[in-house]
């Protein structure tokens, strides 16, 4: 079945949990259990997990509401543009588009940094230069393997994801067998001193929230979707509480084996763990998948970012060369070729940084002013159609606001002032379109020439 502009709803829901789980397995625990251990100075940085993982639960909620009743590509600028519209015209949505413009390819530059590093494993002489040059050549490599139809990619995520899996089973596994409650909790002293703790866990909660984004791939997705209303909820439900008991195993699996001291300073814990059980030959084969289970995040997350300009573009919000589709493969191939490049830029910056920068950019614009749209949208449209609610809403609205809140304030003063930074610049080319489109565009079209905007 296809849409009047030329898109099939093709996925269903399996397929549409593999490519949300694809996103979010991805590189994160792999590359942020050292970070995590780090940054909260012990084992209490499970409580880090555990409190991303609430927050994921929470804003997933307002991402089902709003996708169930607003499917359509492109998710938030949907619904940003549904409720504020009125008031503030297409700027909402604008400065979302271009927030994305930056955040999704730092978020997915992050999963290609982490595929490099990992291969420092089988090549520890690789250079930092090298290493990030390996992280371009995967991005262009998804770019090229995302050329072609849905039906396509859907299947290619399904592999990736049975790799995903193959490799979580392998690390959890590993990890009860060799299970020591002495190591996964040897609390350092003071561990749980309120202000370092709460310090702690709020830089913890950036991080460890990393390892869940992604769980709203598939609203990205809205009109390649059978069934939305359904689809949706349960693929951002199901991908959340399967990835958050995913990660807390292998979490605590991997410290209480390896000395939380010792993988707190590891580029590659996953390799170090299999290898200090399994020897040197389980420590390759679970590099090779972690190194998949890496690339199919980036593929699955270049997926659905290449589908969220699209309807912004096709509504005239956004530079309209977003809305081409492809004339044979009916996917937004421009959309795909400019986020690529842009990642391909965001590969050669540094990982910890390129995550704090992500979480600060995409907070505030999209994570929570969607909480702010779906209250607008409850007063303004009380009988729009709404296959889902949130649950014992207002409440999780409430608490998810505040947790984002938290998060942003604990990114550090350089991803803030980018973040300002970035929105600042959005609102002055918005500014600068509008003028150009409204007076300059109609005089050029009256004189004979009609140019692109």
Not at 101 to 111: H, N, W
Not at 397 to 412: D, E, K, Q, T, Y
Not at 431 to 444: E, F, I, L, S
Request: aromatic share 12%; charged share 10%; glycine share 10%.
């Amino acid at each position: 079945m296809k849409e009047s502009g030329g898109l099939e709803r093709r996925i269903g829901t399996f397929q549409a949990i593999t490519i949300n789980m694809s996103q979010m397995m991805g590189a994160g625990p792999f590359i942020t259990i050292p970070l995590v251990l780090t940054t909260m100075g012990g084992p209490q940085a499970m409580f880090g997990w555990i409190a991303g993982a609430v927050l994921a639960l929470l804003d997933g909620q307002i991402w089902s509401e709003l996708g169930s009743s607003l499917p359509g590509e492109g998710g938030t600028y949907n619904y940003l543009k549904a409720a504020f519209h009125d008031r503030t015209g297409n700027l909402m949505p604008f400065l979302f588009i271009w927030s994305v413009l930056l955040a999704t390819p730092l978020t997915l530059s992050s999963g290609a940094i982490g595929l490099a590093n990992y291969m420092t494993y089988f090549f520890p002489a690789l250079t930092g230069l090298q290493t990030k040059l390996i992280a371009v050549a995967v991005t262009l490599l998804a770019m090229v393997l995302l050329y072609r139809r849905v039906t396509s990619v859907a299947k290619i995520s399904l592999v990736l994801w049975l790799g995903m899996i193959l490799t979580v089973i392998l690390i959890v596994i590993t990890g009860l067998l060799h299970f020591d409650p002495q190591l996964a909790f040897d609390f350092p002293q003071g561990a749980f001193a309120p202000n370092k703790f709460l310090l702690g866990l709020g830089a913890g909660m950036l991080l460890s929230i990393y390892d869940y984004l992604g769980y709203y791939t598939s609203a990205y997705m809205g009109d390649e979707l059978r069934e939305p209303g359904k689809t949706l909820p349960r693929s951002i439900t199901l991908s959340i509480i399967l990835v958050a008991l995913i990660d807390l195993s292998m979490n605590i699996g991997i410290i209480g084996y390896v000395p939380w001291r010792e993988a707190a300073h590891s580029t590659n814990v996953g390799s170090l763990f299999m290898t200090r059980a399994w020897g040197p030959w389980g420590g390759a084969i679970i590099t090779i998948l972690i190194i998949w289970t890496c690339f199919a995040s980036v593929y699955t997350g270049l997926l659905g970012a290449s589908r969220i300009p699209y309807n912004a573009a096709k509504d005239g919000v956004f530079f309209k060369k977003f809305a081409h589709l492809h004339p044979k493969m009916k996917f937004p191939n421009y959309s795909l070729v400019v986020i690529g490049l842009i990642m391909v830029i965001c590969c050669f910056f540094d990982l910890t940084t390129v995550i704090n920068a992500l979480m600060a950019v995409q907070i505030v614009v999209q994570f929570m002013m969607q909480i702010i749209a779906l209250s607008v949208l409850r007063r303004k449209h009380p009988h729009l159609n709404r296959p889902y609610k949130e649950w014992l809403y207002p409440i999780p609205s409430i608490i998810a606001f505040l947790g984002w809140g938290f998060v942003f304030f604990s990114s550090g003063v350089s991803a803030i002032s980018l973040a300002v930074i970035w929105t600042i610049i959005g609102i002055l080319v918005f500014w600068g379109r509008t003028w150009y489109v409204n007076h300059v565009k109609p005089a050029m079209t009256t004189g004979g020439r009609d140019v692109d905007n």
